[in-house]
């Protein structure tokens, strides 16, 4: 919306400045007052040069070389000469330079081009039926253009190029038959197994067949050497008898002496190395003792050290505990104050832009009775009671900020507890291996260690003598029994030796059994060819088919794509002329019920059939045969319901002598229709246009 326009030299508008404001804007003065001047100047400043007739150079007043104009729309400010342009948005400059800045203009305030721009929202003198004449295949594409209907006709494109190409990839391709090669599969398989199973029974019985002859063959090995083996035999027995005959007196004589021997103190031995063992562990643990004892001393006094530090700890806890609550309240006083001086701030600025416009702040609408005076009154009183807040916010701060240092500035608390936590665990562990490793005294194993060695020293000599007698015996016996044990075994081995007509028959059975088993091995290298070859057939078969397959899949998803793409094309293309359809009878039902309105029903309905038609007293004819005043009225109202159904462009509608043709009635008619809409600047020359609740700019 068109808040403001300033003028600085251009044309006869030398130094001027209009305020508009929503809804209807009459600007009134007569002929050559600069009416239409006040329409080029905001062209000139959302467009430039070319929205102003004639030469540029033409365009400053008489006198001078340039000239400025300053455009406040929404929250933008465009301030453009002939040399240069800027656009600022809240005060932050957007753009500059004459280019840059209509760029600017076009794509983030006017939405439209200029010739749009003239289209949709501004009729110049003698053009406001002008829009109904400029044949409908233009007004056509001018809709299409700003309706979306594009958006629809790219994804068409879109779409039918994706199909072509489908189409093209599809081109002579046909599915495959795979029923024959199936059944080519299923043979293959039944083939597969049978000579699996009998490449298995070969196998099985070869195996079986090479574990018997292995055994049959070690088992003729042995039987052939049992024959030396037997002689051999034959020869120890003979010797170990004649040996064991002649130990028989020696052991006897030995076993005398044995008896005569004193028996040995074997367990006072034994004792003794207990003894031993037992004094040096307790030497070693006093040692230990002695180191532990000496850590527990250090472990106490360190424990002892804690409590000072412990102490302070809690004291410097309790000082950051108050610091905290303080600046927490420090906080709360300065949020508050804050608050409240914003509040204050926002009002006093909300007051200064309402006297600054004209509005009351409190009903928004303009100043009425006693609304200025109260208005400068409350500020007034606020400017006076500002300085009070700001002392107080200022004050506030300072506390926070003063609370915050001393927070910071206070002595942390130290790790004192968890040191004696420490400490005291490493107490407890030393005590309680102390306890446990505690000995009897080392003198008192010492003195009993002396009295085993000196009774161990009397019955050496006993243990020496009856020592050599036992060796003697035990080697002896020795002898004797592996005397026998040979004996033993070699009659017994006799005993499991073959006979000759055993050793016959096994190498008779191995020779059969040797030629058996060369015959499975040929049997079992031909299936294995045969399972290759079918193996080799069945793969070939299965890459065949799962190729096939594939193409298959991929032809029938390629065929689908390309249907569902048919039927999405021809479906936007009935949803375009939908609507189009739509969007057409959107608009003229908005300009047949403003026109009907505004005209009192002298134009019933306008419909659009190869152009532009209207209704009197139902009956329908060209828009060329209307009256001037029906022109006038059909014009304004096809264009307001261009700018309303289309949602385009700028919420501002220039409408230069509109009534220039209509009787004072059917103007003022006209006019009183405008006040509903968004904004509209309303340029006439009659002084009867005027109509309550419009904002009139007389110049």
């Not at 002008?130 to 068409?156: C, H, M, P, W, Y």
């Not at 088919?545 to 794509?561: A, D, G, M, P, W």
Request: charge should be negative; include cysteine; glycine fraction near 4%.
């Amino acid at each position: 919306m068109l808040n403001s326009l300033k003028t600085k030299n251009f044309k006869k508008l030398n130094d001027h400045t209009f305020n508009f404001t929503s809804g209807l804007n009459i600007i009134c003065g007569a002929n050559t007052a600069g009416k239409t001047t006040l329409t080029q100047a905001i062209g000139f400043a959302l467009f430039g040069v070319r929205a102003v007739p004639g030469k540029s150079e033409k365009i400053p007043t008489w006198g001078h070389t340039n000239c400025e104009v300053v455009l406040a729309v929404d929250e933008y400010e465009i301030i453009r000469s002939l040399r240069n342009c800027t656009v600022s948005k809240n005060g932050d400059i957007k753009a500059s330079g004459n280019t840059a800045c209509s760029e600017y203009i076009q794509e983030n305030i006017t939405g439209l081009d200029y010739k749009a721009f003239k289209l949709f929202n501004w009729s110049g003198p003698s053009e406001t039926a002008a829009l109904l004449t400029i044949g409908a295949t233009q007004l056509q594409r001018d809709i299409e253009k700003f309706s979306g209907v594009e958006f629809i006709d790219n994804i068409i494109k879109t779409v039918n190029k994706d199909n072509l190409v489908i189409k093209t990839e599809l081109d002579g391709a046909e599915l495959i038959d795979l029923s024959e090669s199936d059944q080519r599969l299923q043979d293959f398989n039944k083939r597969f197994e049978v000579e699996a199973d009998i490449l298995n029974r070969f196998s099985r019985s070869e195996h079986e067949l090479s574990e018997a002859l292995a055994t049959d063959e070690v088992k003729l090995t042995e039987q052939k050497q049992s024959r030396v083996r037997r002689s051999e035999l034959t020869s120890i027995i003979d010797s170990e008898t004649a040996t064991i005959e002649a130990f028989h007196p020696e052991i006897a004589e030995l076993v005398t002496e044995l008896n005569k021997a004193a028996p040995a103190p074997w367990s006072r031995g034994d004792e003794l190395s207990e003894f031993q063992a037992e004094l040096r562990t307790a030497e070693s643990v006093n040692v230990l003792l002695e180191s532990k004892g000496a850590d527990l001393t250090v472990a106490q006094d360190n424990l002892a050290e804690c409590k000072d530090e412990i102490l302070k700890d809690v004291d410097r806890q309790i000082t950051i505990d108050g610091l905290e609550e303080i600046a927490a309240r420090a906080n709360t006083v300065y949020t508050k104050a804050n608050d409240l001086l914003n509040v204050k701030l926002d009002r006093v600025a909300e007051l200064k832009y309402a006297i600054a416009d004209g509005i009351c702040p409190n009903c928004h609408r303009p100043f009425e009775g006693t609304d200025l005076q109260d208005t400068e009154t409350e500020l007034e009183a606020l400017n006076t009671q500002l300085p009070a807040f700001e002392e107080s916010n200022n004050t506030s701060h300072a506390d926070w900020r003063k609370a915050k240092n001393n927070l910071a500035a206070a002595e942390p608390v130290s790790s004192a507890v968890l040191k004696a936590e420490q400490y005291r665990l490493q107490v407890d562990e030393l005590l309680s291996w102390i306890t446990e490793h505690r000995f009897t005294d080392p003198t008192d194993l010492q003195s009993r260690i002396t009295n085993l060695i000196t009774e161990r020293a009397d019955i050496a000599s006993a243990i020496t003598a009856r020592e050599s007698v036992k060796s003697k015996y035990e080697k002896l016996t020795g002898k004797l029994d592996i005397a026998r044990s040979k004996k033993d075994e070699a009659e017994h081995e006799i005993k499991t030796l073959p006979t000759v007509e055993d050793i016959d028959a096994l190498e008779q059975s191995v020779k059969d059994q040797t030629a058996e088993r060369s015959q499975l091995q040929l049997d079992i290298k031909e299936t294995e060819r045969q399972i290759e070859n079918i193996e080799t057939a069945l793969n070939d078969t299965k890459k065949y088919i799962k190729e096939s397959e594939s193409y298959n899949t991929e032809v029938k998803r390629l065929t689908k794509e390309s249907v569902q793409l048919s039927s999405f094309s021809k479906f936007l293309k009935e949803s375009r002329v939908t609507f189009l359809a739509s969007v057409w009878q959107q608009i003229l039902s908005y300009a047949s019920g403003f026109v009907n309105q505004a005209s009192g029903g002298i134009v019933d309905e306008i419909i659009n059939v190869d152009g532009f038609e209207f209704s009197e007293d139902g009956v329908f004819a060209p828009v060329e045969s209307a009256s001037g005043a029906q022109r006038s009225f059909i014009g304004v109202a096809v264009r307001i319901a261009l700018s309303q159904s289309l949602g385009i462009g700028m919420d501002t509608i220039i409408l230069d002598e509109p009534t220039s043709e209509m009787r004072e009635e059917n103007a003022m008619r006209l006019a009183g229709s405008l006040l509903s809409q968004d904004q509209v600047l309303f340029i006439t020359h009659r002084q009867d246009d005027q109509v309550a609740g419009a904002t009139i700019i007389e110049l």
